[in-house]
């Protein structure tokens, strides 16, 4: 399947059943899927993104090999925010590996904390962050100082997402 040229045709729930199909877990078909997504144009990077996060649900395993060519985007400056979205959703669904956490909260704080960056991009970081600082009790501490200074004054998204994560830290 050339999967650029599928994506190119449009999005439906069939297209990306069918992708997610096509890579059945199969690390070679993964990266294909995850070379459309980061070369883009933005509108591919959309595309993919869906098929992807269905894939990263099914087979966490998969992203394994990708993690540092994903970070690597997050410094560019110019990054899409949909790249950014899509990659923190990505990293919801798996263990972030321990060389990477730091880099991965690092992102994470400072998303959480700029109240200009989109607040799905700031949900989604909250939720890798609270997967990632689970038993790191200082950072659990700072997520959870952050969560209680911002809360009041977000949308209903971050308010309803917050709540579950501080209910959760305790």
């Known amino acids: 399947m050339d999967l650029k040229k599928r994506l190119e045709l449009g999005q439906s729930k069939s297209q990306t059943n069918e992708i997610v199909e096509y890579v059945d877990g199969r690390r070679d078909r993964f990266k294909l899927l995850v070379e459309v997504?980061?070369?883009?144009?933005?509108?591919?990077?959309?595309?993919?993104?869906?098929?992807?996060?269905?894939?990263v649900e099914k087979w966490p395993y998969l992203l394994d090999p990708h993690f540092k060519t994903l970070l690597n985007?997050?410094?560019?400056?110019?990054?899409?925010?949909?790249?950014?979205?899509?990659?923190?959703?990505?990293?919801?669904?798996?263990?972030v590996p321990k060389r990477f956490q730091g880099e991965v909260a690092d992102h994470c704080f400072r998303y959480l904390q700029d109240r200009k960056v989109?607040?799905?991009?700031?949900?989604f970081s909250m939720t890798v962050l609270n997967?990632?600082?689970?038993?790191?009790?200082e950072l659990r501490n700072e997520l959870k100082l952050i969560l209680e200074d911002q809360i009041l004054q977000s949308s209903a998204a971050f308010r309803s997402r917050g709540r579950k994560v501080l209910k959760e830290i305790g």
Request: hydrophobic letters at 40%; glycine letters at 4%.
């Open 37 to 55: 997504y980061k070369e883009g144009p933005f509108r591919l990077t959309q595309r993919a993104a869906w098929p992807l996060t269905i894939c």
């Open 73 to 95: 985007f997050l410094h560019d400056p110019h990054v899409h925010d949909a790249f950014i979205r899509n990659t923190f959703r990505l990293l919801q669904y798996v263990d």
């Open 118 to 123: 989109a607040i799905a991009i700031r949900v």
């Open 131 to 137: 997967n990632i600082t689970r038993g790191q009790p």
